[in-house]
């Protein structure tokens, strides 16, 4: 089968006045050495994956960009356009390269929490959603430029800043994994939606007993939200009320439980830090989705999804907290 070659043009091209903007948005999905890149008509997909049990999402939407062209590859035989372009690249090295000019590693701290919002200060630290996408958080702001022209071709990323041009050609690699980690939607155990910083400190004051693992409770009766954890250090616990105020959105039909590995869910904290809300799924499997809403420039919103894998729990383990789910089902 023959396909369009480079000479007919690049696959794709794309131009983004904010070079910080995709840096601060593909950082958030930083826990793997390389990254999966689907290019579509929407936008540009990058994927990350920890052990099939984590899988980190990035959505790049074409509104991202302040020009975005996109020309699927063509089947000569058949003058048919092939599958959207999936390769592999080294996230690593696209963040260096995304973060070369004019982005200072000290300005790029998030500061301690403002002492008005009354939180504990962990070894999580953010500056709160607001503070992402600021002028003065973003320091000079490069213009970025992406190609790519055909599949085995690098992926071509030029950044240009005050008369200053950087080309960098990042290696593609075949993909490793061709599914994501499912959630069922139409089988959701528990849906629910809170502002993101209240999930953030909740890691970050669980974290400090060293636990390994997180156990996330959702019930329709009170305690409503609750997660604990245990580590070497002792455990600790966090309940949440289903006030508006507190809880935006609360679907929960029946008790839930289930128990996941506390790094790969601490992972996620770069997000919790930068997004203005989470959304909390749960699946009956207990596959378990958090959706963090990322506010961007010019008053637009990107979304950075996390998919987990919860443990299996031993023969007889849990049996105290299946039985409390039938108590509370009987209710």
């Known amino acids: ?85 999936v390769f592999q690249i080294s996230l690593s090295s696209l963040l260096e390269t995304l973060q070369i000019l004019g982005i200072n590693d000290a300005k790029d701290r998030w500061s301690n929490r403002d002492p008005a919002y009354g939180g504990v200060t962990g070894s999580l630290v953010r500056g709160g959603p607001a503070a992402a996408f600021e002028k003065r958080a973003l320091g000079m702001n490069g213009m970025c430029r992406l190609s790519y022209h055909a599949s085995g071709d690098p992926l071509c990323v030029i950044l240009e800043e005050a008369g200053v041009t950087t080309t960098s050609e990042l290696v593609t690699y075949e993909p490793e994994f061709e599914e994501d980690i499912p959630l069922q939607l139409d089988a959701l155990a528990h849906k629910i939606i809170m502002r993101a910083r209240w999930l953030y400190d909740a890691i970050s004051e669980l974290s400090s007993t060293s636990p390994t693992r997180l156990t996330i409770v959702a019930s329709p009766t009170a305690p409503f939200f609750t997660l604990s954890s245990n580590g070497p250090l002792g455990s600790a616990m966090v ?15 029946r008790r839930t439980v289930n128990t996941y590995k506390f790094s790969l869910i601490e992972a996620a904290s770069r997000a919790m830090a930068i997004a203005s809300k989470v959304s909390i799924r749960g699946d009956e499997q207990g596959v378990l989705s958090l959706q963090f809403m990322i506010e961007v420039d010019g008053g637009g919103v990107s979304f950075v999804d996390f998919h987990f894998v919860p443990f299996e729990l031993e023969e007889g383990e849990g049996d105290e907290e299946s039985q409390a789910a039938d108590e509370d089902d009987l209710e």
Do not use: H
């Not at 948005?25 to 052990?51: D, H």
């Not at 949440?240 to 679907?251: A, C, G, H, V, Y």
């Open 1 to 85: 089968m023959e396909t369009r070659d480079a000479r007919d043009g690049p696959i794709f091209t794309a131009v983004s006045g904010s070079a910080r903007q995709l840096f601060q948005l593909l950082r958030c999905i930083n826990i793997a050495p390389k990254a999966q890149v689907q290019i579509s008509k929407e936008g540009l997909r990058f994927t990350v994956e920890e052990s099939r049990v984590m899988q980190g999402l990035a959505f790049l939407e074409k509104s991202l960009f302040t020009t975005y062209n996109y020309s699927p590859p063509i089947n000569i035989d058949n003058e048919e356009a092939d599958e959207a372009p």
């Open 239 to 253: 309940e949440f009320n289903k006030s508006p105020e507190l809880l935006e959105t609360f679907q929960v039909p």
